[in-house]
């Protein structure tokens, strides 16, 4: 069996998959969980729950299928330990994206971040925006 290519996705791409399944975000995430492992950690769940969270949202996502999406995301994701922090974003908030992929082994990371994406590739590890990944073949691990 091939293995699962390791993905981490950023709070932006998986908010646009929720709010238009159909925008190239949200076809990347798809894409993702169709042919890959899906990386996070505490916080980088805990982000994506609060933004969820916001007020500003109810007007075209509800609150039930909100949390819906976050209970279905817990049972596929893989949820990463992170022993070894990073300080390397220039926006200091981001660094938790890059902790997942480095404790995670990803071999992508998925964004739509200009604060991620200058760093590219990260200790190895490509970062791409999503009309990038939609194009991009996975490398066997």
């Not at 819906?68 to 596929?76: A, N, P, Y």
């Not at 330990?81 to 890059?98: K, P």
Request: charged letters at 25%; a negative charge.
């Amino acid at each position: 069996m091939k293995a699962r290519t390791r993905i981490v996705l950023d709070t932006n791409a998986m908010v646009s998959r929720l709010l238009v399944p159909d925008s190239i975000p949200g076809q990347a995430v798809r894409r993702a969980v169709e042919e890959g492992e899906i990386l996070m950690s505490e916080s980088t769940l805990y982000e994506l729950a609060e933004v969820l969270g916001r007020e500003k949202f109810n007007a075209y996502v509800s609150i039930q299928d909100r949390e819906e999406f976050l209970r279905t995301l817990g049972r596929i994701v893989e949820m990463v330990t992170i022993l070894h922090a990073v300080h390397d974003c220039r926006d200091v908030r981001d660094n938790h994206i890059l902790e997942v992929a480095i404790n995670g082994q990803a071999q992508v990371i998925v964004t739509g971040d200009e604060d991620l994406l200058v760093l590219n590739p990260f200790r190895g590890i490509p970062i791409m925006n999503p009309a990038d990944f939609l194009k991009w073949k996975a490398v066997s691990p």
